[in-house]
């Protein structure tokens, strides 16, 4: 597949992944707004700091439903940005991948807090990033393979 191919992938996939993680919700934005502000105002606000708060929460309050959606919907929708990202760049060092899908992924949580239309939480970016790696792991394995036919 060609660079342009590749790069048209990749900005239909950024739009669906934005509107699914950003725009996902059943409600209207401006009654997701307005809901976040009066939690704001009464201080709660709309962000965990705590690493594994949210993960442990899902665990305990064992709902299969609830727990596999919540985990996996912040794990597969993340596997292509890994592997985009890593066959978009011409750095081939894994780490340099991985620091510009957490950078990625930073900034969707935050444009979330700051827009008032989600949640700023720390699990969301761990569950994400880990779909990330899976997506460079499969990267890397499918270059590897190709490498391997070609000798």
């Known amino acids: ?73 912040n794990i597969v929708p993340f596997v292509p940005l890994g592997f985009f990202i890593s066959g978009l760049t011409r750095i081939r060092r894994k780490y340099v991948t991985s620091v510009v899908c957490l950078a990625s992924i930073v900034g969707i949580e935050s444009l979330q807090f700051i827009t008032m239309l989600g949640y700023f939480d720390v699990d969301d970016i761990i569950l994400n990033f880990v779909g990330c790696l899976i997506g460079i792991s499969m990267y890397d394995l499918i270059r590897y393979i190709k490498i391997r036919a070609q000798l």
């Open 1 to 73: 597949m060609n660079s342009r191919a590749w790069k048209i992938l990749f900005f239909c996939y950024i739009f669906l992944l934005l509107s699914f993680v950003v725009f996902k919700f059943n409600e209207s934005f401006v009654d997701r707004i307005i809901s976040i502000q009066e939690n704001r105002n009464q201080g709660y606000w709309n962000y965990n700091l705590t690493p594994f708060r949210s993960i442990k929460s899902y665990l305990r309050n064992i709902n299969s439903d609830y727990v596999l959606f919540n985990v996996l919907g």
